[in-house]
C-alpha cells in the first residue's frame, strides 16, 4: 500500500506541525524540530508485508524519538536508514556522529534518538520488525548507531531490493507476494547487519549477553543514584565483580565507562530536547548523577567535542 505526503500544499505556517504529523502516522510518535514554521518536505512509503520502505525528501530539520514519546507510542522496530544527498547526524545510547551519503545506519525505535540533516536532505528508511530480526541476530543492538565497519557494496544490494520491490508493489499490489518479498527484505538488512566486521570484539556467548543486557537496562533505570558503582551493580546481580568486569571487557569498554556514557547521553537528550523542560546546565548535570557540575562540563565536551550550552544553542 502507498502513502505519500507533501507539505507542498499546505499553508506555510502550519508545515512543520504538518509534517510532524506526516512523520509520526508514517513511522511512530517523533518530535520534528527548526526555527522556521515553514518546510519543504516529500514523504513516500510503502508496505511490503511487516516491512515498511519509504524515501525522505525534506528541508534541513531535528528529528527526536524522545522518551515521552516512547512511552506514549511504543514501538518495537529497528530502522534502517541510507543517506542518498549530503550528510545525517546521529546520536543514540551514548553513541554519535554522522552518516554519509551511500553509508546506512541503524538505530532502534525503543531508545532515544536525535537524526539531524541539512537542506535538500534524501535518505531511504526500511523499518523492520524487532522481535524477528532480534531473534535472527540475538546481539542486534551492538550494531547500532555505526558501531562496527559496514559492508557497503551488500548494503546497496539491500536498498535495491528493497526499492525496487517498493516500486513494484506500489503499482501492483499483490499481498501474498508482499509478504514473501518484505521477508526477503528483512533476510537481507539482516544478512548486511551480520557482515559487519564484528571481529575487533571477539565472539560473546548467548548467556553472557542476555546478562550484559540485562545489567545494562538496570544501570540505564538507575543513573540518577549519584552512588552507582561497579560494586554496588556485581552484588545487585548476584556476580563477582572480576565477572562484571569482564563482561564488559569483551565489548571494548569498562562498567564506569559504560556508567558515564549512559549518563552523558541522558544529558544530551535533556538539553538537545527543544521541546522539553528547560533546565540549567547545572541541573541536567545533577539530575542524571553527576555529583559535580565542573565534571560534568569537562566530561561532556570530551565526549561529544562541543559544550552543554553548545547544544543547547543548536
Partial sequence: MLKEFDTGTIQTSRQLRAWREMMSDVYYSLDVARPEAHLRGNLREVQIGNVSVSRFDADSQRVFRTRQKISEGPDDS????????????????????????????????????????????????????????????????????????????????????????????????????????????????????????TTAVGQEKRARFLLRQRISHGIRDRLTDADLAPRSIADRNGISLSYLHRIFNEHGTTVSSYILDQRLQLAYEKLANPLGPRLTVSEVAYSVGFKSASHFCKAFAARYNMTPSDVRQR
Fill in 78 to 197: 529497528y530502522v534502517f536508514i541510507m543517506p542518498q544527498r549530503e550528510k545525517m547526524f546521529y546520536s543514540q545510547l551514548g553513541r554519535n556522529g554522522f552518516v554519509a551519503a551511500g553509508d546506512y545506519i541503524l538505530v532502534s525505535t525503543s531508545e532515544f534518538y536525535e537524526l539531524s540533516c541539512p537542506d535538500n536532505f534524501v535518505n531511504y528508511t526500511v523499518k523492520l520488525p524487532g522481535a524477528s530480526l532480534r531473534q535472527r541476530i540475538p546481539d542486534l543492538d551492538d550494531h547500532l548507531c555505526c558501531r562496527f565497519p559496514m559492508n557497503r557494496e551488500m548494503a546497496q544490494i539491500a536498498l535495491t531490493l528493497a526499492t525496487k520491490s517498493a516500486a513494484t508493489l506500489s503499482k501492483s499490489p499483490t499481498p501474498g507476494h508482499a509478504e514473501a518479498i518484505g521477508q526477503r527484505v528483512e533476510d537481507f538488512i539482516a544478512m548486511v547487519i551480520e557482515c559487519e566486521d
